[in-house]
């Protein structure tokens, strides 16, 4: 700490406030000429007889006296040994020299430290008799403090431009200043950003409970050297801590640590920012000379680069951390989003959400949902197994009023505290010292919550309340997305269904396989279809058919057939006439409920004593398969596109399937799935698969679908598939009555 009084101080003026640049007056200052100093001594007592103005201003004597003993003259002089110097060279008559000698010149606050190279020579009578002693030295203080203050001064700017710690180069600093003036003891403190209080910087040779106590000391008038020094930007000087009012609050501490003198230097930016303070304590009361004011003014200055240069490195540090902050977080922010919507399922993506939390935002994480106006914990996710147990056991009352989660709900506000919820829940046992609960909202309604619990001394900043609401609002999305495909997926599920037969019928003298898949996510109803059904007389009807196009137009174009052939089929003669009832109907239809072609097998079988007797119609499909012992034989039966032509020509095929044998119908959703290699599985790949065709319909399906999933190796599929088998068991006796044969 230091500080300039308001008194004797103005005395002593700051060498840079005259006309030259301030670094020029310190270093003049400091390394100025070199004196000659001259004296002649008589007789044993060393009466000064004669002396030049330069030794009369190095003892610090503003006159010139004569006539005294040098002893008398320089009382300290004894003490180090040069009167008796003096003594030896008047009683031997031999001269003496010496070089970079130290001596202490001046008494009390003024006393300073000198050093120089001289030679005491014998005077001599005409008798050649010693009369005296001549002095003559150069002083060479200057040229020594600047040899060790510029090799000091190196290591400094060494250690700087290394970008050494600053606390390395202060405390360099502060035991090189101290080397160069043994009496000196250093202390710098550094301001904070504000400029506002000054924290510990360096002070080797201060006492720790000194050094702690002005620690963050303000900055003020009055405030010590240091305190006013940064408050008024000027150099403080205080020769005398125990008179001086700046120290009035500190002097009980000053006289502790030891401390008489404390003279306190402004370290300045270029742009005239507070870096903090340079100060030189003394033990003993002490004014400053214009050498003490340059040597401040210099380290002062390197403290100024020293700290400026540790300010422009923290600040890249501090702009590089945010920018691996920033980066981190969007990394984050982009694995969140590809891992929420990985799956659309609203339960996953809601656990998801909770597991990213944790532990990279928080150590708990719970994620609560509104369901049919009840509070419903849906996911949570913690370090340890038994602390996400903890938190999932407990759910939200929907009317709690101290209940964050149910607040949030209803404000859709964020609400954060470092605390634990004020709600009933495992708190205690969790370790909850605060939380932060974000709302999701979907278009203005808040359907969940993220709730983010810390513990120990974890606490949640801006940034991390940031982050924690971009996420929500990512999850938001994710999870409304999810919610609309199930939704919507379920409802094409649920319309494919009823365009489907919920459960195969048990038909007499035959058994029946059927498959359906459709294509993509199951997001649309898809154009496959198939249907069988009884009529009179013991006969039974069979259809499977690819509407064009997908959707709600393939659905009620799938409608129309098959409850067209289902209205007709029992007053109509063949199969032939109910295809072209088809057609007709396909032809009829009003085009906002689809204009799209469809491809059909429709047939009719029944049970014989020698198996099934099939008659069948293909409009535009691709080929029924029959299954017999000796391989597999396509039905060709001539047939154009239905929903085309107002009249086409169709043709019927008949055929017998004894016992063991299958009649196979497929969409082409099958021959086209390719591989890998975009190859085609193809009519070929088909028959190779049915052979040995002698099995039971179910085995022949999970044949024909298993090789065409391995074909495909599991890729998603670009086109419905839809297999229907039917295969001949054993003879029947004709139902003596049709009611039988109903389903």
Not at 186 to 199: F, I, T
Not at 444 to 471: I, K, M, N, P, Y
Not at 693 to 704: K, M, V
Not at 722 to 728: F, K, N, R, W, Y
Request: hydrophobic letters at 40%; charged letters at 20%; glycine letters at 8%.
């Amino acid at each position: 700490m230091t500080s300039t009084p308001r008194r004797p101080a103005a005395a002593l003026p700051d060498p840079r406030d005259e006309g030259a640049p301030a670094a020029e007056a310190d270093l003049r200052a400091l390394f100025g000429e070199s004196t000659t100093v001259f004296a002649s001594m008589a007789g044993p007592a060393h009466l000064l007889e004669a002396a030049n103005p330069a030794f009369f201003a190095g003892i610090g004597h503003a006159a010139t006296r004569t006539g005294l003993p040098l002893g008398q003259l320089v009382p300290g002089l004894a003490e180090q040994g040069f009167i008796a110097l003096l003594d030896r060279v008047y009683r031997t008559g031999r001269p003496h020299t010496g070089r970079n000698t130290r001596v202490l010149l001046g008494e009390g606050a003024h006393q300073r430290e000198a050093f120089f190279d001289f030679a005491y020579e014998p005077r001599r009578d005409v008798g050649g008799n010693v009369m005296g002693v001549r002095m003559i030295g150069v002083e060479t203080t200057q040229v020594k403090h600047a040899q060790r203050l510029t090799a000091e001064h190196r290591v400094l700017l060494e250690q700087i431009v290394r970008q050494a710690p600053l606390a390395e180069v202060l405390e360099g600093m502060a035991k090189a200043i101290e080397d160069l003036s043994p009496d000196v003891l250093v202390s710098v403190l550094l301001a904070d950003a504000e400029g506002l209080r000054l924290r510990h910087g360096a002070a080797p040779s201060l006492p720790d409970f000194y050094n702690q106590a002005i620690d963050g000391i303000a900055t003020g008038d009055g405030v010590g050297s240091c305190g006013t020094a940064a408050h008024r930007r000027q150099r403080v000087i205080v020769s005398d801590i125990a008179s001086d009012p700046f120290w009035e609050d500190f002097r009980d501490l000053a006289e502790r640590a030891g401390l008489a003198a404390c003279w306190s230097t402004p370290i300045l930016a270029r742009d005239g920012r507070l870096l903090g303070t340079f100060a030189m304590y003394h033990r003993v009361p002490r004014v400053p000379v214009e050498a003490d004011l340059a040597l401040a003014g210099i380290f002062a200055d390197t403290a100024a680069l020293a700290i400026e240069r540790h300010h422009a490195e923290q600040a890249r540090l501090d702009a590089e951390a945010r920018e691996k902050a920033a980066q981190d977080d969007l990394a984050f922010l982009l694995k969140a989003s590809t891992a929420l919507s990985a799956d659309l399922d609203y339960a996953q993506t809601l656990q998801r959400l909770a597991s990213l939390c944790v532990p990279t935002l928080a150590p708990l994480c719970a994620v609560d949902s509104v369901e049919q106006g009840r509070v419903r914990r849906i996911a949570t996710a913690a370090t340890t197994e038994h602390a996400r147990q903890l938190l999932a056991e407990y759910t939200p009352v929907y009317d709690a009023d101290d209940d964050a989660v149910v607040r949030v709900l209803a404000s859709s506000l964020t609400e954060v505290a470092r605390r634990a919820p004020t709600g009933p829940g495992p708190w205690q046992d969790l370790d909850v010292t605060g939380y932060l609960c974000v709302p999701l909202t979907d278009r203005g309604r808040t359907f969940a919550t993220l709730t983010l619990l810390t513990t120990g001394d974890q606490a949640f900043d801006g940034h991390a309340v940031a982050l924690g609401e971009e996420l929500a609002r990512r999850a938001a999305t994710a999870a409304r997305n999810a919610r609309q495909y199930t939704q919507r997926a379920a409802l094409a599920r649920d319309l494919q269904a009823g365009l489907l037969l919920p459960d195969l019928p048990t038909l007499p003298g035959a058994e029946l396989a059927t498959y359906y898949h459709p294509a993509g996510e199951g997001l649309e109803i898809g154009g496959d279809f198939y249907d069988v059904f009884p009529l009179e007389d013991g006969r039974w009807a069979f259809m499977l058919g690819d509407v064009c196009g997908r959707g709600a137009l393939a659905a009620t174009t799938t409608a129309l057939v098959r409850h067209t052939a289902r209205a007709v089929a029992s007053f109509l003669p063949s199969p032939e006439a109910v295809v072209q009832a088809i057609n007709h109907a396909l032809i009829k239809r009003h085009d906002s409920h689809g204009t799209g072609f469809v491809t059909l097998v429709y047939g009719h079988f029944t049970p014989t004593e020698t198996g099934l007797d099939v008659e069948l119609v293909r409009a535009g499909h691709t080929f029924p398969l029959h299954l017999t012992a000796d391989g597999v034989h396509p039905l060709d039966s001539d047939g154009p596109l239905l929903g085309v032509l107002p009249a086409p020509k169709l043709g019927s095929r008949r055929v017998g399937l004894t016992p063991g044998e299958s009649l196979v119908l497929y969409t082409d959703g099958i021959t086209e799935a390719r591989n890998a290699a975009d190859e085609l599985f193809d009519e070929e790949r088909l028959a190779q698969v049915l052979v040995p065709s002698q099995q039971r319909a179910p085995d022949i399906l999970d044949t024909l679908t298993s090789r065409v999933h391995a074909f495909t190796e599991g890729r998603d599929i670009d086109d419905d598939q839809a297999v229907l088998v039917l295969t001949a068991t054993r003879p029947v006796e004709r139902p003596s009555s049709p009611c039988l044969a109903e389903e």
